[in-house]
Structure formats: C-alpha cells, structure tokens
C-alpha cells in the first residue's frame, strides 16, 4: 500500500514520556506516513515532545476534551485516504501496524486489533470487555472480539461519516465499530499482543464501564431497533398473557391489566417496525454512496 496515503493519528493526554519513544519508532517503520499527534489538553509538554520526535502535525486541545474529541480532531486533520488510530500510551506496537493495512489492501473498510486475553490490565477488565462483546455481538449480528480496542485503520471516507454520532469520551471504538457493521462494511480482526501502558490510565472502570453499555443499547436503538424493541414487546406480551391465564383460572375475568399489557407488547413491537424501516432507510443511504 502507497504509504504517502497514510495517516497515523495519535490521541494523547500527558504522554510525553511515552511519546519520545514511540514517534521515533513510527518514523523509522513508516517514513512516508503522514503522523498527527492531538494533544487533549495536556500539562507536561506533550505537544512539543510529538513536534520535536517526528509528529507532521499537533493538535493541541485548550482542555481535556475527552479521547473521543481527540480521535474527531484527528481524523478531521489528517490528509490521507486510510487513517491508523492507535494509543499515544505505547501498548501499541508500532510493528503491527502495517499487518492492519495489509488487511485494508485486501478490502476491508476498518481492520481492529483485537487484544488477546494476557493483554487485558485486569480481570476485571478481562470480564467487562468479554460481556460488551458478546452484547455487541448480538445487537449488530456479528461477531466481535475486541469492541473497545483503540488500536485500528479504517477508510477515511467512511470513517468520518459517523464522526457525528463519536460521543467525546473512551466509548468511540464501540460506537464506529457497530455503525461500520450496520452499515455493511468490511470488518476485520486481527490478533494482537498489547504491551502494558506507561503512566496512568485515563479509564475509570465504574463510570466508563456504565456508559459503554449505556452507549451499546443505545446503538442498538438505532442501528437495529428491533433487536431491542421485539425482545421487549415480547416480554409485555407474556406478562399480559400469564396475568389472564391467572385471572380466568381464578376469577373467570379478563381484566383491565391484562388489556394494557397486551396493548404495551403490540405498541412496543410496532413502534420497533418503524424505527427498523428509519434505519433502513438512512443506511440504504450511506451504502449509496461513493466511497
């Protein structure tokens, strides 16, 4: 692949150390790659240690804006046809980059690196990326294997027509990665050994843990409603049905909860009909497109 049409973007809070050998180590490997550092809002001269070890071009964020914000910044900057997002932290092996884009030259729109089970930080992370994934993986009908990997090359174009739905914190790879499946793009994973982060993570587990599955449900509200809506509908509709089989074993009635719940289950499913043909529609939309 022509590297003058690559761009390696670096989201970076505070990670000056890790930068000064994780640059040079870009640059040797991909010397004609175009390399943007965004800098969120850092207090330890991030930006003039990316300028000063190989970066083409910083951004520098008045404040922490969020990774999201940071990832936006970059892919609006960069100038190449396939962006490579990866960590400014150094768990990434500036080696295994040119393995995503062989993948991207073989036609795929987005290649992730999907971190094996010893390059979790923790168990407990171990747990809660496995528990996404397999939630993921039954919203979008696909399977998924690292939702939360930061480390990933995509085609631009495509990239930046989800840019609008990127919430500004750690939860754009979950976001990108179900709106590419729902799409109909090419997704592929790639194996990778992830090496421990230098410095402190910017992840709180509890809070950002609640949002990623906050954000899964909902995509799946708009990338596959009836995922969501049927389910439910359906859970209304047994209620309705166990509370009249209840009440005319016992009772001979037929009673007014009963009514509602069966009208809940019905309105429920309907409403998850029209929200399906909404995205239908707007998907039927991007594919049209150009690439």
Avoid at 173 to 201: C, H, N, Q
Avoid at 204 to 225: A, N, Q
Wanted: glycine share 8%; hydrophobic share 45%.
């Amino acid at each position: 692949m022509n590297e003058t049409r690559i761009s390696i973007v670096l989201p970076a809070r505070n990670e000056a150390d890790n930068l000064r050998e994780l640059l040079p180590s870009l640059r040797d490997l991909y010397p004609q790659a175009e390399i943007v550092v965004v800098d969120d809002g850092s207090t330890d001269h991030t930006d003039e240690v990316a300028s000063a070890n190989g970066a083409d071009r910083v951004i520098s964020h008045p404040y922490a804006m969020g990774n999201g914000a940071a990832i936006k910044s970059g892919a609006r900057a960069a100038r190449g046809d396939v962006i490579v997002f990866m960590d400014g932290d150094g768990q990434h092996q500036p080696k295994d980059v040119a393995r995503l884009l062989a993948r991207i030259e073989d036609g795929y729109d987005m290649v992730v690196g999907a971190r094996d089970a010893g390059s979790q930080a923790s168990f407990g992370r171990l747990a809660a990326n496995t528990l996404y994934n397999h939630l993921a993986s039954w919203v979008t009908g696909h399977a998924i294997h690292d939702l939360t990997s930061g480390f990933r090359a995509v085609r631009a174009a495509r990239f930046r027509r989800f840019l609008y739905l990127l919430p500004n914190g750690f939860s754009y790879p979950t976001t990108i990665t179900m709106a590419f499946f729902r799409a109909g793009y090419a997704v592929d994973y790639l194996p990778i050994e992830a090496l421990k982060r230098g410095g402190k993570s910017h992840v709180r587990p509890l809070r950002d843990g609640l949002r990623f599955l906050l954000i899964i449900f909902k995509i799946g509200t708009l990338y596959s409603p009836l995922k969501v809506f049927a389910p439910t509908g359906a859970v209304f509709f047994a209620f309705g049905l166990l509370r009249y089989l209840y009440t005319y074993l016992h009772n001979g009635t037929f009673t007014n909860m009963s009514v509602l719940l069966f009208v809940t289950g019905a309105l429920v499913f309907l409403l998850g009909l029209i929200s399906e043909q909404i995205a239908n529609l707007m998907y039927a939309q991007t594919r049209d497109e150009a690439p």
